[in-house]
C-alpha cells in the first residue's frame, strides 16, 4: 500500500474533539460540504436507519476497492448519526487504503473517544500511529487492543512491529552521531516498510543519501515530499543541501533560506546557507589572488575554504585542485600530487585533477605515474589534445628506461661536437681495461661495463642521425641504427686515437690520475 497523500478541503473532514463540537455539529447546516446530503442534520437524526442505510452502501463500496465513494457514504452516515463509533473507525479504514493516515487517526481517535471499549478503534489507531512513524504512541494502542482482546494475534504482531520499529530509530541515531550515514540509510529502509507515510524517516534518508554523494536519490525523496507539501521546511533543506554538495552553491542558497522562512528555527538550514555563502566567499577570493598572481594568498584562501566544511566533495575536490595549480606556481610540486591525488579520492571523475597530477608528475620525471593518468583521462576523453599529452608521456617513459648517454659523458643535452669528443677521451681514459689491470676481479669487470657504455655513447652522440634519433626517443637497437649486443668499444677507442693496430699500454710508473696518462705502442 503505498504512502500517498491526498491534499482535501479542510471541511469535508468534521473535527470533532469533544462533547461540545458533538452538540455543536448537530445543530450545523452541512451544506458547506460537497460530500454531505442535502439535508439538515436535524432532519438527518430523525432517521438513524438512513445512516445504517449509508453505512451498508460504504461497506458494499469498500468490498469493491472503490474507497473514494464509500468515504463520500460514510461521512454521509457521520453527519446524520455523528455519535456512532463504528461509523469513524469504518472511514478510518477507508481514508487508511487511501493512504491517507493522518485523517485516519483523526477519525481512529474520535471513534475510541466515543466508544474507549471499541477494539478496532483502537487497532486503527495504532496501524495509523505506525503508518506515521509514531512508534510510542502506535505501541500504547496495542497494549491498549491487548487488554480489551489479550489474545489477539494482530495486536501482537503489530506490538512487535512497534517495538522493531523503535529499534532501527534508535539504530539509526547512533548511526547519525557517529556518522555512519550508510548505517542510517539502512535502518530508515527497514523503518519506512513499516512506516510507510513517515516524512521524518524520508527526510532523514534524503539527508543521509545527500550526504554519501547519492544525490539524485536524495532529490528524489526531498522532491516527492515538496509535491505533497511543498512548504516542507525539512524536505526544502535536503533539496537545498543536494545542490550545495553538487557545488551550485547559490540555488542551495535560496532553498536554505525558503527552509528558513517555513521554520526560523531550522538549525540545519541555517548552519548550512552559513556554510555555502563562507565556502563561496572564500573561494572566490582565492580565484581573485590566483588570476592577481599572488600565488601565496591563493594557496593560503583554499587552505582556509577547505576547512569550512569538510562533507562537501564536489567543491572542496576543486579546492583541492585550485591549491595543487597554486602549488605547483610555488614549485610545491610533491604537495601538489599530493593535492590532486586528495581530489580524486574525493571524485574519481576529476579529469582536471588527473591532468593536473599527471603534469605534476612530468615536471618531477615521475614518467610511469604520469603515463597512467594521462591514459586514464584519453579513456574518458577521446581528444587530440589527450592523445598528445599521452604520447609525450610514453615518449619520455620511453627514454627515461634507456641509458642516459649525455648522463654518461657527463655532458648537457646541448653539448657541441667538440665538447662530445673531449668527454670521450677523458672517459674512455678513466675507464679503460688496462689502467686497472692490477685491480681486483670485481674493479675490472665494473670498469669492463663502464669502457663500454662510453663507447656507446660516443657511437650515438657523435653521429648526427643517431643522436636525433636517440634525442626524439627512438629505439636504436629495433631500427638497426645501433647493435649494442655486438658493440666492440675498443675498436671505436683504436680509431678515435690514431687508428693504431698494436697494443696499448699505460705506464703504471705515471700518475694515474684521469688527466695523466701515458702511452706506448707496440
Do not use: W
Amino acid at each position: 500500500m503505498a504512502a500517498v497523500d491526498i491534499d482535501v478541503p479542510l471541511e469535508t473532514e468534521p473535527q470533532i474533539h469533544n462533547q461540545e463540537d458533538l452538540e455543536r455539529s448537530r445543530c450545523t447546516t452541512p451544506q458547506s460540504s460537497p460530500f454531505r446530503h442535502t439535508l439538515t442534520l436535524p432532519h438527518l437524526q430523525e432517521f438513524p436507519s438512513q445512516a445504517e442505510g449509508f453505512k451498508e452502501q460504504g461497506n458494499a463500496l469498500y468490498s469493491k476497492k472503490d474507497y473514494s465513494e464509500a468515504f463520500n457514504y460514510y461521512t454521509k452516515a457521520i453527519d446524520t448519526c455523528p455519535k456512532n463509533a463504528s461509523y469513524y473507525g469504518n472511514r478510518a479504514a477507508t481514508l487508511m487504503m487511501l493512504c491517507r493516515f493522518r485523517e485516519a487517526l483523526e477519525d481512529s481517535q474520535q471513534a475510541v473517544r466515543l466508544d474507549d471499549c471499541f477494539m478496532k478503534g483502537h487497532l486503527r489507531e495504532g496501524k495509523c500511529h505506525l503508518s506515521l512513524g509514531n512508534a510510542m504512541a502506535a505501541s500504547r494502542c496495542f497494549q491498549k487492543v491487548l487488554e480489551l482482546e489479550p489474545s489477539n494475534r494482530e495486536a501482537q504482531q503489530e506490538n512487535k512491529n512497534a517495538a522493531t520499529l523503535l529499534e532501527y530509530e534508535r539504530m539509526a541515531d547512533f548511526g547519525f552521531e557517529k556518522r555512519d550515514f550508510r548505517k542510517v540509510v539502512y535502518c530508515m529502509d527497514r523503518a519506512l516498510a513499516l512506516a510507510t507515510a513517515c516524512h521524518r524517516f524520508k527526510i532523514l534518508k534524503a539527508e543521509c543519501l545527500a550526504l554519501l554523494g547519492r544525490y539524485p536519490e536524495a532529490q528524489s525523496v526531498a522532491s516527492d515530499i515538496l509535491r505533497m507539501d511543498s512548504t516542507n521546511a525539512d524536505a526544502l533543506y535536503v533539496r537545498g543541501l543536494c545542490l550545495y554538495y553538487e557545488d551550485c552553491i547559490d540555488k542551495a542558497v535560496q532553498f536554505f533560506v525558503q527552509a528558513l522562512r517555513m521554520a526560523p528555527d531550522h538549525e540545519k538550514a541555517r548552519l548550512a546557507c552559513r556554510n555555502a555563502k563562507a565556502l563561496k566567499a572564500k573561494k572566490e577570493e582565492g580565484n581573485q589572488a590566483f588570476k592577481n598572481s599572488n600565488y601565496e594568498a591563493a594557496y593560503q584562501l583554499y587552505t582556509e575554504a577547505l576547512a569550512i566544511d569538510p562533507n562537501n566533495i564536489k567543491t572542496n575536490a576543486k579546492l583541492y585542485c585550485n591549491r595543487a595549480t597554486a602549488g605547483a606556481k610555488l614549485k610545491k610540486l610533491n604537495q601538489a600530487i599530493e593535492d590532486c591525488t586528495s581530489a580524486i579520492k574525493l571524485d574519481d571523475t576529476y579529469i582536471k585533477a588527473y591532468l593536473r597530477r599527471a603534469q605534476c608528475y612530468m615536471d618531477t620525471e615521475q614518467y610511469e605515474e604520469a603515463v597512467r593518468d594521462y591514459e586514464k583521462v584519453y579513456q574518458t576523453e577521446k581528444t587530440s589534445d589527450h592523445k598528445h599529452l599521452l604520447k609525450t608521456a610514453q615518449l619520455q617513459l620511453k627514454r627515461s628506461k634507456r641509458k642516459d648517454y649525455y648522463k654518461v659523458l657527463g655532458v648537457g643535452k646541448n653539448a657541441t661536437e667538440d665538447e662530445i669528443k673531449k668527454a670521450y677521451r677523458k672517459r674512455a681514459l678513466m675507464h679503460h681495461p688496462d689502467r686497472h689491470s692490477a685491480a681486483t676481479p670485481e674493479v675490472q669487470k665494473e670498469e669492463e661495463k663502464k669502457f663500454k657504455e662510453v663507447g656507446e655513447a660516443f657511437t650515438v652522440l657523435s653521429d648526427p642521425k643517431k643522436k636525433i634519433r636517440y634525442d626524439n626517443g627512438h629505439d636504436l637497437d629495433d631500427d638497426g641504427c645501433f647493435d649494442g649486443g655486438d658493440f666492440d668499444a675498443n675498436n671505436i677507442f683504436r680509431a678515435f686515437f690514431g687508428g693504431h693496430g698494436g697494443g696499448f699500454s699505460f705506464d703504471s710508473s705515471q700518475d694515474s690520475g684521469p688527466g695523466n696518462f701515458f702511452f706506448q705502442f707496440g
